[in-house]
């Protein structure tokens, strides 16, 4: 049976989002070796959508009080790139993660298969 899902996020700049991603969470995490740290995360859902051409996958870290998620990420110096918005589904924003890139969070609307 299925344990947990593993996700994995590419970045040119690795060793510098594994250490962001560890400080601005406080994820707990254990070294695979070499410094390569594997960080533990909240139970994980899983959807699948209509691909569109060119489609990809997507990871979106989720959180129950988006407005005080973002505050409290912001005083451990994690800066925003997406002002917070209304998209139907939910709230979303989105952070600078090292290697120039972003990474989506939001506020679901949505029932969890995990409550």
């Not at 947990?4 to 590419?10: L, M, R, W």
């Amino acid at each position: 049976m299925l344990t947990d899902a593993h996700t994995v996020i590419y970045s040119s700049d690795a060793p510098g989002l594994r250490v962001f991603l560890r400080n601005a969470f406080g994820l707990d995490s254990v070294d695979a070796g070499g410094g390569w740290l594997i960080l533990a995360l909240a139970p994980t859902g899983l959807d699948a959508q209509t691909a569109q051409e060119g489609g990809r996958h997507q990871v979106y870290l989720a959180c129950d009080d988006i407005i005080s998620t973002v505050t409290d990420l912001e005083s451990r110096g994690v800066q925003f790139t997406e002002a917070i918005s209304d998209v139907g589904w939910g709230l979303l924003t989105a952070m600078r993660i090292p290697g120039n890139d972003s990474l989506a969070l939001y506020e679901p609307r949505q029932l969890s298969p995990l409550s």
